[in-house]
């Protein structure tokens, strides 16, 4: 709080230094452009309320002068780049030990929605769905926290049996890319591929299952001035994987033939993994590469 302090009272003294000039002016009276008048005044009540900003609608105030300051540059011009500066040091304009705590905040609500019971599901969800958009209001936008959020719907309880066949929907990222190349970027890859389109789960009441592997791909790329273009072998494969399998709460825990157990949540018809560096793609160039976490996503058939 001592540093946001600091910081504020920072910005302002900059601020002043930047737009104030005390010297007298003796010369030519020259009409000065009224847009950056305007521009320079409307950067200025941004500053005033970003200082009196409170913890609440710091983030927004902090936005809105940024945004101002980059809309005085575009009109006034900056020569020495200190209003550039200014903004630079902005950072992304969340606080770090808010977003920290709305992470946790987060954590917490998802454990708890994960061993719901049929008595309390609408609360816990609501709880989850509310800590869920505390946190990208506090820490920024993300595509994964927008689909967890979406993917909870009104927090309706759906009943639907674990047993039975499951579909692969969805490889879901925190990024948006343009793996098909044709100018449309996505956070759901498998929109962008014609890769598989036929992995299911099936779950026996027993406590058994099969996991059944139809595709794989080779994802490569080409670094680009605007990014990376892509391109992506698919191949058809043919892998029967069968394993064991209990369900806690809202959690599914599936052990393979080698005994490695991964733990799945269920929400509604959906069933969820996430697995860190499950992306993977290759540069045609050189030895980098992309990874990325994905979270699979399943629907019952």
Same mark, same amino acid.
Do not use: H
């Given at each position: 709080?001592?540093?946001?302090?600091?910081?504020?009272?920072?910005?302002?003294?900059?601020?002043?230094?930047?737009?104030?000039?005390?010297?007298?002016?003796?010369?030519?009276?020259?009409?000065?452009?009224?847009?950056?008048?305007?521009?320079?005044?409307?950067?200025?009540?941004?500053?005033?309320?970003?200082?009196?900003? #409170?913890?609440? *609608?710091?983030?927004?105030?902090?936005?809105?002068?940024?945004?101002?300051?980059?809309?005085?540059?575009?009109i006034c011009?900056?020569?020495?780049? #200190?209003?550039?500066?200014?903004s630079d040091?902005?950072?992304?304009?969340?606080?770090?030990?808010?977003?920290?705590?709305?992470?946790?905040?987060?954590?917490?609500?998802e454990n708890?929605?994960?061993?719901?019971? *049929?008595?309390?599901?609408?609360?816990?969800?609501?709880?989850?769905?509310?800590?869920?958009?505390?946190?990208?209001?506090?820490?920024?936008?993300?595509?994964?926290?927008?689909?967890?959020?979406?993917?909870?719907?009104?927090?309706?309880?759906?009943?639907?049996?674990?047993?039975? *066949?499951?579909?692969?929907?969805?490889?879901?990222?925190?990024?948006?890319?343009?793996?098909?190349?044709?100018?449309?970027?996505?956070?759901?890859?498998?929109?962008?591929?014609?890769?598989?389109?036929?992995?299911?789960?099936?779950?026996?009441?027993?406590?058994?299952?099969?996991?059944?592997?139809? #595709? #794989?791909?080779?994802?490569?790329?080409?670094?680009?001035?605007?990014?990376?273009?892509?391109?992506?072998?698919?191949?058809?494969?043919?892998?029967?994987?069968?394993?064991?399998?209990?369900?806690?709460?809202?959690?599914?825990?599936?052990?393979?033939?080698?005994?490695?157990?991964?733990?799945?949540?269920?929400?509604?018809?959906?069933?969820?993994?996430?697995? *860190?560096?499950?992306?993977?793609?290759?540069?045609?160039?050189?030895?980098?590469?992309?990874?990325?976490?994905?979270?699979?996503?399943?629907?019952?058939?």
């Open positions: 709080m001592v540093k946001r302090i600091f910081m504020l009272c920072a910005f302002a003294i900059l601020f002043m230094a930047v737009n104030c000039d005390n010297e007298p002016y003796e010369g030519e009276i020259i009409f000065e452009d009224t847009a950056c008048i305007e521009a320079i005044e409307n950067t200025s009540m941004a500053l005033g309320n970003f200082l009196n900003a #409170s913890q609440e *609608d710091y983030s927004q105030f902090c936005l809105d002068y940024k945004e101002a300051l980059l809309n005085q540059i575009e011009g900056d020569e020495d780049g #200190s209003l550039q500066l200014l040091n902005l950072g992304n304009c969340y606080d770090d030990d808010l977003c920290a705590e709305a992470i946790e905040a987060s954590e917490i609500a708890n929605f994960n061993n719901y019971t *049929d008595d309390n599901y609408q609360q816990l969800c609501i709880a989850y769905k509310s800590a869920l958009e505390y946190q990208q209001e506090v820490c920024g936008e993300s595509m994964v926290l927008q689909s967890l959020i979406l993917g909870l719907e009104d927090c309706q309880q759906e009943f639907v049996e674990t047993p039975g *066949d499951w579909i692969l929907v969805g490889w879901v990222t925190d990024s948006l890319r343009d793996l098909d190349n044709d100018g449309i970027v996505t956070n759901n890859y498998l929109d962008e591929i014609d890769c598989y389109d036929n992995e299911t789960l099936t779950f026996n009441t027993d406590g058994t299952g099969t996991m059944f592997l139809r #595709s #794989s791909a080779n994802i490569t790329y080409t670094p680009n001035v605007d990014g990376e273009d892509f391109f992506v072998d698919c191949f058809d494969i043919l892998e029967d994987i069968p394993f064991t399998w209990y369900q806690d709460g809202n959690s599914v825990f599936i052990t393979n033939n080698e005994g490695v157990t991964n733990q799945y949540f269920r929400n509604g018809d959906s069933l969820f993994i996430a697995i *860190d560096d499950a992306f993977y793609a290759e540069s045609t160039e050189d030895d980098s590469f992309i990874t990325e976490r994905i979270t699979f996503v399943y629907t019952k058939l």
